[in-house]
């Protein structure tokens, strides 16, 4: 036969709740300090393309 579960306090939830905004605003923060080093010219950690290539010209991949 089912029991009910127990409730959940307050406390708990808003533990569980802080803890999941925490790591949305910490990954904001790093999205946005990329976007930073992008627009700088400052980023290493990764290749992109620096410059647009034409329509007729072969891209490599």
Do not use: C
Not at 45 to 57: A, C, I, K, R, S
Request: positive net charge; charged residues 35%.
């Amino acid at each position: 036969m089912a029991v009910p579960k127990k409730k959940t306090s307050h406390q708990k939830r808003n533990q569980r709740r802080a803890t999941w905004n925490r790591k949305a605003r910490l990954a904001a923060q790093r999205a946005m300090s990329l976007g930073k080093a992008v627009l700088s010219g400052r980023a290493k950690g990764f290749h992109y393309p620096m410059e647009d290539t034409e329509e007729g010209e072969a891209e490599d991949i």
